[in-house]
């Protein structure tokens, strides 16, 4: 067995690593750490919880101790990230491993006064985290100078790339200066992400964690089939029904999640909105209380949710189905994190079944599915041969294929989804707990808040 140890570390790094109780490396970071102190450039494909920031923190780190130049401090590690939520989290495991060294590190991003960031920047830092808006923003101002960045680490590309912010990432390689070691994460690599990552890596190594082999085999998938107003009220039945004490519920939409808050709250369940429109400060209240456990459910939109790294979420909702697959498996990766199973069920309305069909196949498996609830809607079902993604508004042309192909939709080639439906692994209590049994939100009430 590798250990940290053995890994090349200094032995500050490795006092660090003991501190935070990690016993082995990850495979990411035992497939990163060797080439990146050696000098290497890396892609790697690996998601949130995969460790991937100490496989790139540590290297990082163990270059900034080694030679440290006699001017004053300047930017010799710039990390960049999407969210703001992710690049605090960075910024914070920066300062987790850097505890016996002396290394300066800072964290900007948008969304709050720029004030404080510039007085820590005219103070001079080492490590610099940043979204990439704050930071095109403040170098324009000439408050940043990144000509001297030896480590350029661009963390969660394929999210950078949806967030819209290829052009951004372009401005500021074009700034950095040509010398440099570069390391690119992202969880998913189209071919759009392959592309950049040939724009800038040099002869890099591959570090291939695959998150859907990591994930989806030890998590618990179900499918519920329903009309798209049930869902609020399935959502509270499971809740209540299994005293989901940590649980994360995914919409596709800021104003969804902050709706649905509400109705939960109806429904006596205590839950927070994490997304966008939301303060960096009501963000982070929600966020601690959610990891503290005085908060059982977290209703967040994706790229809010990006990073959020929190142990022991037993629960995934995909409230609404995500219409990109990878999504998927991301929402759902967030259980199931170091070991442990968890349980994921997907709300399944009558215009996400194409998305489904796209999940189930990037997935290669059909996902069990739950008739046995009073919301149960079958005509939300996908239809034979229905095709990934998109469904056309019904109601926009009638066609007389798609009138065909309506057929009352009961596919019965497909997935079985009856019998398998509470086969799923090891949870004998899923099959039980359908709906029938407990009409409305009544059943079992708010003995929910267990412990974590
Ligand atoms: P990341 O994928 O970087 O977001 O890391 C996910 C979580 O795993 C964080 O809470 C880290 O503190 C933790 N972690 C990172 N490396 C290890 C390790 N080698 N052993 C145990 N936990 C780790």
Redesign the pocket.
Known sequence: MTL?KDLGLSSQLLKA?ER???????P??LQSIPPLLAGKDVLGI??????????FALPVLQAMTAERPPQKRRIRALVLSPTRELAA?IDE?FG?YSTHLDVRHRVIFGGVKQGPQVRALQKGLDVLIATPGRLLDLIGQGHIDISHVEFFVLDEADRMLDMGFIRDIQKVLKLLPKKRQNLLFSATMPSSIASLANSFLRDAITVDVSPEEITVDRIDQHILFTRKADKHRILANIILDEEVSCGIVFTRTKHGANRLVKQLVQAGIEAAAIHGNKSQGARTKALDGFKRGNIPILVATDIASR?I?V?GITHVFNYDLPNEPESYVHRIGRTA??GRSGVAYGFCDESESGYLVGIQRLIGNEIPVIEDHEYHFEKARPKPEQKPGKIKDPNAKKSSNSRRRSNNGRPKGRSGGGNRSQGGGGRGSSGQRSGGQQGGSSGGRRNHRGNR
């Open positions: 940290f690593v935070e109780g990690y016993e082995t490396p990850t990411v970071q690996a998601q949130t919880g995969t460790g991937k920031t100490a496989a989290q495991r987790a990073g790294d142990d994190r170091a």
